[in-house]
């Protein structure tokens, strides 16, 4: 049994099994975060049942990539930042450098969003909700397995969101005879919605969330890739299924004639499709997804940095901590972090095809991976989802 000294996340073989769920689970929920409900309802507004087309090619885009980063990450057994680093020296701190950015950026509006969650569901106002928020996903991490304590929390919170949304899908009587017509055959698309989806999905630290936490629990090498596979195919799967769920929740309340409100469209699909009670389970939905999202982010950043230094690696724990306590930091002293969020989205608009390039690179490497071989339709989907998300890139940048 391989021994972690002083790990947060300690693993026993046996879990092995709970620990693919929690993989699953994390990425997905790292990606199902107050951006991702902010999302999906804009482009159900722009697109209607259109969108469910969106939705099934970003499904297939996500696999392709997430198969790519899990499998070179657990094949070679080791992280981005050291599989970067073996590609070309130094290109590992870089990669590393605008993964924590981003994360600390973006985990700022995860905060947020969980203190605006609290403030639905209580009354509590926005900056204690988020400092309670904060203190639960802190005390997850200090629990003697916070490995399972974390696959634990992640799994219930995601399928309390999607529990809750299916609720509220169902309330609001979206036409489902149009969605499967348009799935096949839509009367319209968006490029830019398409790419904007993939981004929201794998962009930034959520890419590496589930490849990392494998890495914890040992599951690598060739004679892991079917789990390997499963864990990254599922991931994606529930993100999806999240995504969908919403979306015909967002269509029923389209379709009814009804507007939702600009400032804050995920909220406005709840409460006009459930009342009262709607908003009170937008306010739980909104909590779960910032919360673990919350717990994702940390996770991973804390993961691309540790293997820089012993004494980041010895003290996880603590890092994690300031991490949190760091986000949680500048969200009271800022309030709104709209500017911060936006050069974050610019930055992880980056982070993605640099990651995926690396990968690819890492691929052709045969030293990295002496006993397994990538496969060419991998590889393939992967450079077509650099090239696309470059261009995307640099137009937001002309833009900004």
Same mark, same amino acid.
């Given at each position: 049994?391989?021994?972690?000294?002083?790990?947060v996340l300690a693993y026993k073989p046996s879990n092995t099994?709970?620990?693919?769920?929690?993989?699953?689970?994390?990425?997905?929920?790292?990606?199902?975060?107050?951006?991702?409900?902010?999302?999906?309802?804009?482009?159900?507004?722009?697109?209607?049942?259109?969108?469910?087309?969106?939705?099934?090619?970003?499904?297939?885009?996500?696999?392709?990539?997430?198969?790519?980063?899990?499998?070179?990450?657990?094949?070679?057994?080791?992280?981005?930042?050291?599989?970067?680093?073996?590609?070309?020296?130094?290109?590992?701190?870089?990669?590393?450098?605008?993964? %924590?950015?981003?994360?600390?950026?973006?985990?700022?509006?995860?905060?947020?969003?969980?203190?605006?969650?609290?403030?639905?569901?209580?009354?509590?106002?926005?900056?204690?909700?988020?400092?309670?928020?904060?203190?639960?996903?802190?005390?997850?991490?200090?629990?003697?397995?916070?490995?399972?304590?974390?696959?634990?929390?992640?799994?219930?919170? +995601?399928?309390?969101?999607?529990?809750?949304?299916?609720?509220?899908?169902?309330?609001?009587?979206?036409?489902?005879?149009?969605?499967?017509?348009?799935?096949?055959?839509?009367?319209?698309?968006?490029?830019?919605?398409?790419?904007?989806?993939?981004?929201?999905?794998?962009?930034?630290?959520?890419?590496?969330?589930?490849?990392?936490?494998?890495?914890?629990?040992?599951? %690598?090498? !060739?004679?892991?890739?079917?789990?390997?596979?499963?864990?990254?195919?599922? +991931?994606?799967?529930?993100?999806?299924?999240?995504?969908?769920?919403?979306?015909?929740?967002?269509?029923?309340?389209?379709?009814?004639?009804?507007?939702?409100?600009?400032?804050?469209?995920? !909220?406005?699909?709840?409460?006009?499709?459930?009342?009262?009670?709607?908003?009170?389970?937008?306010?739980?939905?909104?909590?779960?997804?910032? %919360?673990?999202?919350?717990?994702?982010?940390?996770?991973?950043?804390?993961?691309?940095?540790?293997?820089?230094?012993?004494?980041?690696?010895?003290?996880?724990?603590?890092?994690?901590?300031?991490?949190?306590?760091?986000?949680?930091?500048?969200?009271?002293?800022?309030?709104?972090?709209?500017?911060?969020?936006?050069?974050?989205?610019?930055?992880?608009?980056?982070?993605?095809?640099?990651?995926?390039?690396?990968i690819l690179i890492a691929a052709l490497q045969h030293r990295?991976?002496?006993?397994?071989?990538?496969?060419?339709?991998?590889? %393939?989907?992967?450079?077509?989802?650099?090239?696309?998300?470059?261009?995307?890139?640099?137009?937001?940048?002309?833009?900004?």
């Amino acid at each position: 049994m391989k021994r972690f000294n002083n790990k947060v996340l300690a693993y026993k073989p046996s879990n092995t099994r709970s620990a693919i769920i929690g993989a699953a689970f994390l990425m997905a929920t790292s990606a199902i975060g107050p951006g991702f409900l902010t999302q999906t309802t804009v482009f159900t507004n722009k697109l209607g049942a259109a969108f469910a087309f969106v939705i099934v090619v970003t499904i297939l885009i996500d696999i392709a990539v997430q198969l790519n980063i899990w499998r070179m990450i657990s094949m070679s057994n080791l992280r981005a930042q050291d599989l970067a680093n073996k590609v070309l020296p130094g290109l590992g701190y870089v990669l590393a450098g605008m993964i %924590v950015f981003g994360a600390v950026a973006f985990n700022t509006g995860n905060v947020a969003g969980a203190g605006l969650g609290v403030q639905v569901c209580t009354g509590l106002p926005t900056p204690i909700g988020a400092a309670v928020s904060a203190l639960v996903a802190i005390i997850i991490f200090w629990q003697k397995d916070a490995g399972h304590a974390m696959d634990v929390f992640t799994k219930y919170m +995601g399928l309390l969101m999607i529990v809750l949304t299916c609720y509220v899908a169902w309330i609001a009587h979206p036409p489902m005879i149009s969605v499967v017509q348009q799935i096949f055959w839509p009367h319209t698309t968006s490029t830019m919605a398409i790419v904007t989806i993939v981004g929201g999905t794998v962009g930034g630290y959520i890419s590496f969330a589930g490849a990392h936490r494998l890495l914890e629990a040992g599951i %690598v090498g !060739a004679s892991q890739l079917n789990k390997v596979n499963k864990g990254a195919i599922s +991931g994606i799967v529930l993100t999806g299924i999240m995504r969908f769920v919403l979306f015909l929740a967002a269509l029923g309340v389209v379709m009814q004639g009804k507007n939702l409100d600009a400032a804050n469209p995920a !909220a406005a699909v709840f409460k006009l499709s459930a009342g009262q009670l709607g908003y009170f389970f937008f306010g739980m939905v909104m909590w779960a997804a910032a %919360v673990t999202s919350i717990i994702g982010a940390s996770f991973t950043a804390i993961s691309f940095i540790k293997t820089f230094h012993p004494a980041i690696e010895a003290q996880q724990k603590i890092w994690v901590t300031g991490f949190i306590l760091l986000s949680t930091g500048i969200f009271e002293w800022i309030g709104q972090p709209v500017n911060v969020l936006v050069w974050a989205g610019t930055v992880n608009g980056f982070i993605l095809p640099l990651a995926l390039f690396i990968i690819l690179i890492a691929a052709l490497q045969h030293r990295l991976t002496p006993n397994y071989k990538h496969a060419l339709w991998l590889q %393939v989907a992967g450079w077509v989802v650099v090239v696309a998300l470059l261009w995307l890139a640099m137009e937001t940048i002309k833009k900004i």
